[in-house]
């Protein structure tokens, strides 16, 4: 039996963790088993604890309780509790997921202990070296033994930075396997979409009954800079005043930042009809509320892919995605201007009819091609 130390710590991570952890309990329970440790990145209910009782993840065997701080005692933190996990229990690899400070901090750890690093959603990159995440990516995708990348664009950035793409005679740090097997969120897209459904056409969600705009906003540079959030803000209220209704689940740090510095915009949404401020969606909530919207507005890396998944057009509140087939394709907009720029994004997504959505993120198989993989190396 092989064990897998799995390092989770934010949100997006621990909805990815459900397809692998998902997989390898069904089918690979006889020759791999997986501990599970929390760094506490995400550490309240609504970003962390409400997915492990929704999805099915089974519960950490490890917490670092660490929470939020400065991007180097954070990650220092987490560096030196996966050491002393990786150390103590005889782990034959690890596995980690996307592009947080839990991510690099896992990757470091079990590179320097020459434990072979898996790096699940390896290869992509927004060329934005000042976005903490591209830099944890890069970081993690050069210590890695195996990479699994959901896109051919994934696969082709590490042909550029050097990566041999071919399979190598033996997978090493120093030589290691780049894989295309298609998106693990398309997985659990594709697992969970009837039962959200079945959860909630019953008792919808604030705001789902009438047809709306679906926003989230939780990056820095959208939230930390109170002019730009204000002006965000502005133009989802535009879109009140246009005949449309808005749902926006609003990430702590959003709802903080507003009550913050714009304490007066914050009660005019709370006094608008059509604008439904709503806690943090769970991810079953969240592919409820993105199946029923007629537009999706974002910053989110993850909700973009869902909003293709589930055939939505959506608007990125950023200047450059990771997800540059979405862009390409067209059901989605860069859109970082506030004001006439965004509000011409708005009407433009919601003028899109009949749009194909061709399978860019694979055929909802890749928890079972990675174990596959993995226990190939293992």
């Known amino acids: 039996m092989k064990k897998i130390l799995t390092v989770i710590g934010a949100r997006p991570q621990i909805i990815k963790a459900a397809a692998i952890s998902r997989e390898l309990r069904q089918n690979y329970a006889d020759t791999l088993s997986e501990a599970i440790v929390h760094t506490g990145q995400h550490y309240d209910d609504a970003m962390s604890e409400v997915f492990f009782r929704e999805m099915g993840i089974p519960q950490p065997h490890f917490r670092l309780e660490v929470g939020s701080g400065n991007h180097g005692a954070q990650t220092a933190a987490m560096l030196q509790g996966i050491e002393k996990i990786l150390t103590q229990e005889a782990c034959d690899a690890l596995l980690v997921?996307?592009?947080?400070?839990?991510?690099?901090?896992?990757?470091?750890?079990?590179?320097?202990?020459?434990?072979?690093?898996?790096?699940?959603?390896?290869?992509?990159?927004?060329?934005?070296?000042?976005?903490?995440?591209?830099l944890n990516r890069i970081m993690c995708d050069h210590a890695s033994t195996l990479l699994f990348c959901p896109t051919s664009t994934a696969v082709q950035n590490l042909a550029n930075e050097g990566f041999d793409i071919a399979a190598p005679l033996k997978t090493t740090v120093d030589h290691p396997a780049v894989y295309h097997c298609g998106d693990v969120m398309f997985d659990n897209t594709l697992f969970f979409s009837a039962m959200a459904v079945d959860r909630f056409a019953?008792?919808?969600?604030?705001?789902?009954?009438?047809?709306?705009?679906?926003?989230?906003?939780?990056?820095?540079?959208?939230?930390?800079?109170?002019?730009?959030l204000v002006s965000l803000v502005e133009d989802l209220l535009w879109l009140t005043e246009e005949g449309y209704n808005v749902v926006f689940p609003i990430h702590p740090r959003t709802l903080k930042a507003l009550q913050t510095f714009a304490s007066a915009l914050h009660a005019r949404i709370e006094a608008n009809e059509r604008f439904y401020l709503i806690p943090p969606a769970s991810f079953l909530e969240m592919i409820y509320l993105e199946q029923q919207a007629s537009l999706i507005v974002t910053d989110s890396g993850g909700v973009q892919k869902e909003a293709y998944f589930l055939r939505k057009p959506s608007v990125v509140v950023r200047t450059e995605t990771e997800w540059v087939e979405l862009v390409a394709h067209g059901s989605a907009v860069l859109s970082f201007e506030a004001g006439e720029p965004m509000r011409e994004a708005f009407k433009k997504q919601l003028s899109v009819?009949?749009?194909?959505?061709?399978?860019?993120?694979?055929?909802?198989?890749?928890?079972?091609?990675i174990c596959s993989k993995i226990a190939e190396l293992l």
């Open 97 to 134: 997921y996307g592009d947080t400070n839990s991510t690099l901090a896992g990757a470091l750890a079990a590179s320097k202990l020459h434990i072979p690093v898996i790096h699940v959603e390896a290869g992509l990159r927004s060329f934005n070296k000042s976005m903490p995440e591209e």
């Open 353 to 369: 009819k009949d749009m194909e959505f061709p399978p860019l993120f694979g055929d909802g198989k890749a928890a079972a091609f």
């Open 202 to 228: 019953e008792s919808p969600i604030a705001g789902t009954e009438k047809a709306y705009v679906l926003a989230t906003i939780h990056r820095p540079y959208n939230t930390d800079d109170p002019q730009r």
